[in-house]
């Protein structure tokens, strides 16, 4: 889930954070030189690749100096707005991508297409909008009398899958339809 959408609500989180820390040591010499501390000690073996985790990694580094410096008041509330937080950006996570359906690429598929070369991109484009949530070409080449086209696409459900076969079966004959399905990771 990482895109400009995600960066952004991942803000959001790390304002949160960053007020709340310096809300809890701004009183204290000793609680801001322990944060150096620990903030320098952290140190991660494997790269963190989403700002979403780091900014919980973050707000779990603020409700434990919270907790440690005994500002149990303080962290409750820190801990109730911040969940306010993410549970608003989840729904808003999940309603943009309805909407734009191209904020991940985790979950798209791939067709390959092998078709005659005198066939209209228009008419495969036409097809895929009809049967697909979402689809873009990723490569269109013609060598001779063929043409090749590689289409990300996501699909809902699989007799969907089945629809497109048939009907690029049925309107472009001596056609080839190959489907893979991407992994997750």
Do not use: H
């Not at 904020?103 to 067709?111: G, H, K, M, N």
């Not at 990723?138 to 090749?148: F, H, L, T, V």
């Amino acid at each position: 889930y990482s895109s400009k959408l995600a960066f952004g609500n991942t803000i959001l989180i790390v304002t949160l954070s960053v007020a709340s820390i310096i809300a809890i040591v701004k009183s204290s010499l000793a609680l801001s030189l322990g944060l150096v501390g620990a903030l320098s000690v952290i140190r991660f073996r494997t790269a963190v690749k989403e700002p979403y985790n780091l900014a919980f990694l973050l707000l779990s580094i603020c409700i434990g100096i919270g907790i440690g410096s005994f500002q149990f008041t303080f962290v409750f509330l820190l801990v109730v707005v911040s969940t306010v937080i993410v549970i608003f950006l989840y729904r808003d996570r999940t309603k943009s991508s309805r909407l734009l359906l191209n904020s991940t690429t985790e979950d798209l598929d791939t067709l390959s297409l092998t078709l005659d070369s005198k066939i209209s991109l228009d008419d495969v484009s036409r097809i895929l909008e009809e049967n697909c949530d979402y689809f873009k070409i990723i490569s269109w080449d013609i060598e001779g009398d063929r043409m090749n086209i590689v289409v990300r696409v996501r699909i809902s459900e699989q007799g969907s899958l089945i629809k497109i076969q048939e009907v690029i079966k049925a309107k472009f004959l001596d056609s080839i339809l190959n489907f893979y399905s991407s992994p997750n990771s």
